[in-house]
């Protein structure tokens, strides 16, 4: 292959395959699969779609835990002119419907004992045509699919690439990632091959990613993070480690083995990690947060474990991969900032009118540039709610016609130097007293009493407040009988009277996780509503 910029998501390992062939692209378990081998398979899997059929722009599901064939079939989804959409492997059998039914996919990769939990819902999904094993042969027994759609197991690798698909930019759809809100069924962010490469060459620009990198993927593909650590290393030829992971200590564990550089994780799997003793002769060259605020004793307490892997601070949304990024050698500077923008992207913190703020003054965060997605899946009203064009008083920012932006609905506030901090989210905001109080302001607080490991603010119906501030808490080890007391006595001394907590719930175990691995806010705010309708029943 001749060299050129990839602009097509199946470029990236295509390209290392033409450069490196024997170099290392997926490790998992005992299987290592080098760039050739990758592409041999995608090669396969697009081949086999043309021959069935699969119009362009289809939509392909895949719902498999972290493993080669996962990998190979988004790829050769854009290598065959669809859609690739990889649906979280914690989701129970409802929701990959409503994902199967919501996107109209016409294929699902699922594996030979993940299909009988599925196979119910299947008849309600009426445009599916095809399911695909992961395996290379029809199980024993295989249960009975809607007559609407065929049974196929994986092809064998092919050497010969197919005929590519004619017509494709990279404006095209590529995928659909499906994300939750506080409220409501999960959505389909719509992403375009020039979202995922740019995103991909922006993160290789600040994380200064190279050949010799090993990337681990810890976070589902789903996740917006999670696939960036497969388009980040395919980029520059580096390798990856798929893991499934059952506890915190594997990760620690699969660092060791596999002389892993680069780790990217959400704040309270960092939490976890952060109590783990880790090997002194690691290979992190860099650890990276994103998905939430990392509190700062964390961040100094992996530092202090992880030396000297550089700590990495992010922030992002699906709608548009990521915003800010906080260079390692501000943190001790700004220790609770988000950072300034990546590379090819801009921040502005706008206000309600579309004026831009002052230094300091919060307002909403509002991202333009290319990793900007295309929109909510068949959802116009909500698209138009969150991507809209810029203010006419910007638009000379993108030249003569408007522009596209993606608004948060998160408020922060940006300082002259162009660093954010962040203040709330609009749904999540806590409204109190007259006041509007940011859960992560109190949850920062509670950190720096050293009483909690985990904890999760937020607001309660209260008719005469409006509001009451609840807390969930996971007590620190070294947490007593009265830590519900020491933890209002803290409050009260650091924090003002309209952001008392009036109510504590402690947790023996870990707080309760979204399928990202995220805090799930809605569920434990849900748990305190139902126990106060019980005692008022």
Sequence with gaps: MSAFAPYLLHHLPQQTAARTPQATALICGKTTLRYAELCAQCNALAAHWRRTGLKRGARIAIWLEKCPQAVAACFAASQAGAVFIPVNPLLKPAQVRHILQDSGAAVLVTSAARLPLLAAELSACEALQQVLLAEAALPASAPELPAHCALHTYPAPEEATPAHVTGQTENDLAALLYTSGSTGRPKGVMLSHRNLIAGAASVVQYLENRADDCLLAALPLSFDAGFSQLTTAFLVGARVVLLNYLLPRDIVLACARHGVTGLTAVAPL??????????????????????????????????????????????????????????????????DSMGRAIPNAEILVLR???????????????????????????????????????????????????????????????????????????????????????????????????????????????????????????????????????????????????????????????????????LDRPALRAALLAEDEAQNA
């Design 270 to 335: 960092w939490m976890q990690l952060a109590g783990l003793d880790w090997p002194a002769s690691h290979s992190l060259r860099y650890f990276a947060n994103t998905g939430g605020h990392l509190p700062r004793p964390v961040v100094q307490q992996l530092r202090a474990r992880l030396a000297p892997a550089q700590p990495v601070l992010m922030y992002g949304l699906t709608e548009a991969f990521r915003a800010t990024w906080l260079p390692p050698e501000e943190i001790d500077r700004r220790p």
């Design 352 to 518: 309600a009118d579309g004026t831009p703020c002052a230094p300091d003054e919060p307002g909403e965060l509002v991202q333009r540039g290319p990793l900007v997605a295309q929109g909510y899946w068949n959802d116009a009203a909500r698209s138009a709610e969150r991507f809209r064009p810029l203010p006419p008083a910007l638009c000379s920012i993108a030249g003569a016609g408007t522009e596209r932006a993606v608004y948060s609905g998160d408020t922060v506030r940006m300082d002259a130097e162009g660093y954010c901090w962040f203040i709330g989210r609009e749904d999540e905001m806590i409204k109190t007293s007259g006041y509007r109080v940011s859960p992560a302001e109190i949850e920062e607080a509670l950190y720096a009493s050293a009483l909690v490991r985990e904890c999760a603010a937020f607001g309660l119906p209260d008719a005469a407040l409006g509001q009451r501030i609840a807390l969930a808490v996971q007590p620190a080890e070294h947490g007593t009988e009265d830590v519900r007391a020491q933890l209002l006595a803290h409050c009260r001394a650091t924090l003002p009277a309209w952001m008392q907590p009036s109510r504590i719930a402690l947790y023996a175990a870990p707080l309760p996780r979204n399928p990202n691995g995220k």
